[in-house]
């Protein structure tokens, strides 16, 4: 099985890559690249406890009676920079920067919390990046704004720097599933397989059926197929269709390994089910189609090669499976018509001018089979097979000074 090839299937259908910006699950966590946005949201962030700031509190409004009247100062000062700042443009940029760094003494750790996602809003990471430091500054022990930093340096790529982010998130609370989940993908794509695999098992230990480990259960299983562990890779898979029975991917999946360890009744099983939730993808008849070939069923496999090409109005690859098969059961003429209709629709198929010639020759029918090879020299004169062939066909009916022309033309051309 070429696991790369499944993996371009796989990925082209639901890609759950640490790139994916916006695919979130119920916890608020991602899959990697883009998270602060949509964990911020899940989060909630207007219910987070925090504390009073302390910058405020040891510092410019020391002297306010208490924490609402410490706000209630800021709210109306930090007003007041609000108009002043309107009419500041017309004074530069230099003037407004230096009250906008005014204004910033009346921030809480909750405003520049909201800024640094405001700031993400408009992909501003770097601007992002200073708030939730400031957030840091004033409390130490805000796990949301490490958090949320860990969140734009994996954006950006910069690993070893967000999983040293989400580890302080672990640090100070370790019941803090969104970090373990973002930690993981952040070592799944820097290539640490193992603690990846750690960081998913942690979450998935503690809610095993929990319906947001859907998409965990789905990238620990690549993991686990990543390093052949198939029997723990076909669990997970199993654990991602026992939360959402329509999981195209876990049936997908399960199929391939099935068939990599050559249980091929159980990889039908798989396959018909993924074909039910995606009818018209051809990779799973096409596997499919594979393991009805490998028990000897052949009738079916061609059922199903038939059935794609009805639906993808004569998909070439189909025809070219169907054509072959065809050839292998010995029902030339059938193979014949596949392949002609597969150059009829690419002229630059090559392999299909040569098989066809082949179905004509095992047919008996060698005149035409070497018009058809002919042909092919003509618009593909490096094509060796096709020269090789025609030697063949005419050694065979005792034409030896033929044979030893074409064989001669074929050193000329490929040499």
């Excluded at 082949?358 to 005149?367: L, P, Q």
């Excluded at 003509?378 to 050694?395: G, L």
């Amino acid at each position: 099985m070429d696991w790369e090839i499944v993996k371009e299937v796989v990925s082209s259908t639901n890609d759950l890559s640490e790139n994916e910006f916006v695919k979130d699950n119920t916890t608020g966590s991602v899959l990697g690249g883009g998270a602060a946005l949509a964990a911020g949201i899940a989060l909630g962030i207007t219910s987070l406890p925090l504390a009073v700031p302390l910058l405020i509190a040891g510092g410019a409004f020391g002297g306010a009676a208490g924490e609402k009247g410490v706000k209630a100062t800021g709210k109306a000062v930090t007003g007041l920079f609000n108009e002043v700042t309107k009419g500041a443009e017309l004074l530069g940029e230099k003037v407004t920067q230096r009250i906008g760094d005014i204004k910033d003494l009346f921030k809480n750790e909750e405003d520049f919390l909201f800024r640094g996602i405001e700031r993400l809003k408009h992909n501003e990471y770097k601007g992002a990046i200073e708030d939730f430091s400031r957030v840091i500054d004033i409390n130490p022990k805000c796990a949301d704004a490490y958090f949320f930093r860990g969140c734009v340096h994996s954006d950006r790529h910069n690993y070893k720097t967000a999983i040293e982010n989400y580890t302080k998130v672990i640090e100070i609370d370790n019941s803090y599933t969104d970090a373990y989940i973002n930690r993981g993908h952040v070592y799944a794509s820097s290539g640490n397989d193992i603690k990846a695999i750690a960081d998913y098992s942690h979450v998935i230990i503690h809610k095993p059926e929990n319906p947001s480990n859907l998409d965990i259960y789905i990238k620990r299983g690549s993991l686990f197929l990543k390093l052949k562990e198939y029997g723990k890779s076909l669990e997970d898979y199993s654990q991602a269709i026992k939360i959402n029975p329509k999981t195209f991917e876990a049936y997908f999946m399960k199929g391939c390994i099935n068939m990599e360890l050559k249980k091929y009744n159980d990889a039908i099983i798989d396959f018909t089910e993924a074909i039910k939730i995606r009818p018209k993808n051809t990779d799973s008849y096409f596997y499919r189609v594979e393991a009805y070939i490998a028990l000897s069923n052949e009738k079916a496999a061609l059922d199903d090669l038939t059935r794609v090409i009805k639906f993808t109005r004569g998909y070439k690859e189909a025809l070219l499976k169907r054509a072959k098969l065809y050839f292998e059961l010995k029902d030339y003429n059938q193979a014949i018509i596949d392949y002609t209709t597969v150059i009829q629709k690419d002229i630059n198929c090559f392999d299909a001018y040569y098989m066809r010639a082949c179905a004509n020759n095992r047919k008996g029918d060698t005149n035409v089979a070497l018009e058809n090879l002919n042909e092919l020299v003509k618009i593909n004169p490096n094509y060796s097979d096709a020269y090789i062939s025609r030697a063949s066909i005419y050694q065979k009916n005792k034409k030896y000074k033929q044979a030893i022309s074409k064989l001669s033309n074929c050193y000329r051309n490929i040499v």
